[in-house]
């Protein structure tokens, strides 16, 4: 759980320095002590400073409860100072309050107010919201499904350099939702969030190299993209590349390789993968299928790359 939230708080803390937005002395020994995994001291760091009104501290304090570090997790007390910290401006904090809204964490669940604060957000230029916004445009949560408000939105975080916007926006060139149809610029906004390590863009970016939609067909390339998104636990892209290895097709046909990502495909429900993997094993020596048995169960997802 700490290492998942790595990510959000190291973009945080960049943030809050350039923009000098609290105490200079505890919140830097907070943020030291979080990046050393101590985070009963950087709570107790940052609590005071939020209890005094620091937007930065309050938006870390609801972070660490949100996430359990430091103090036992409690998404209600989460809530509580992101949204101090949202009333008073603060862009990520009411991306976060949108988000709780949206999944009912800490409060019931209620779109309206989602869309309220993620809205707040987008128009100060925060991409996650700016992203979250147009995904609730695009599903119809607390607003009229509207495709064209739901690009707009996904191109404003996909131009910051946001996977999901980027993702979202080539989802939409790709079925033709907002945007007129076009799959180059499909693959193109697949790409460059594929290359950020978003395992759903890997996948959807080997779909288009297996059929030549939108770029050259490879399937070298299509089996490498799935393989990436499949080391991630993309449940589609295990069942992908565990087809490509029965077949041989992009990578040396391997029945025990095509076994184990039929089988960790299968785990995750996909219904395509349990019909291959089972009469794959007709096929198959049993010292093969104890071995992919073995692999599978082995197997640990990686970080995106």
């Known amino acids: 759980m700490g290492k998942a939230s790595r990510p959000f708080l190291g973009a945080i803390f960049i943030a809050f320095a350039v923009a000098g937005a609290s105490s200079a002395g505890p919140y830097e020994d907070a943020v030291a002590a979080h990046e050393r995994a101590d985070y009963a001291t950087a709570t107790r760091l940052w609590r005071p400073l939020a209890e005094r009104g620091d937007p930065a501290a309050q938006l870390m304090l609801g972070s660490m409860f ?25 862009a990520r904090a009411q991306s976060r309050v949108g988000r709780m809204y949206q999944s009912g964490s800490g409060v019931a669940q209620d ?34 499904k509207d495709y064209a408000e739901a690009a707009s939105w996904f191109r404003k975080a996909a131009e910051q350099g946001n996977a999901i916007g980027q993702r979202s926006l080539g989802r939409a060139y790709e079925v033709g939702e907002g945007v007129p149809r076009d799959d180059a610029q499909a693959v193109r906004w697949y ?59 992009g990578v040396p ?49 990686t970080a995106g790359h």
């Open 66 to 90: 949100h996430d359990g570090l430091g103090v036992p997790q409690d998404f209600a007390e989460a809530l509580n100072w992101f949204r101090r910290a949202a009333d008073q401006g603060n």
């Open 111 to 144: 779109y309206a107010w989602a869309l309220y604060w993620y809205r707040k957000a987008a128009e100060q230029g925060d991409a996650t919201a700016q992203g979250s916004l147009g995904a609730m445009y695009s599903s119809g949560q607390g607003v009229a």
């Open 191 to 249: 790409r460059k969030a594929a290359d950020q390590g978003d395992a759903t863009a890997q996948n959807d970016l080997g779909k288009a190299y297996a059929t030549g939609e939108g770029v050259t067909r490879d399937q070298v390339q299509a089996a490498r993209w799935f393989r990436k998104a499949a080391d991630q636990g993309e449940a589609t892209a295990q069942g992908r590349l565990g087809v490509m290895y029965l077949a041989g097709v």
């Open 253 to 301: 046909q391997d029945y025990v390789q095509a076994y184990m990502w039929l089988d960790l495909s299968a785990a995750r429900g996909m219904k395509r993968a349990v019909e291959e993997r089972d009469q794959l094993v007709q096929s198959m020596t049993a010292p093969q299928i104890a071995q992919a048995k073995k692999l599978a169960r082995e197997w640990k997802p």
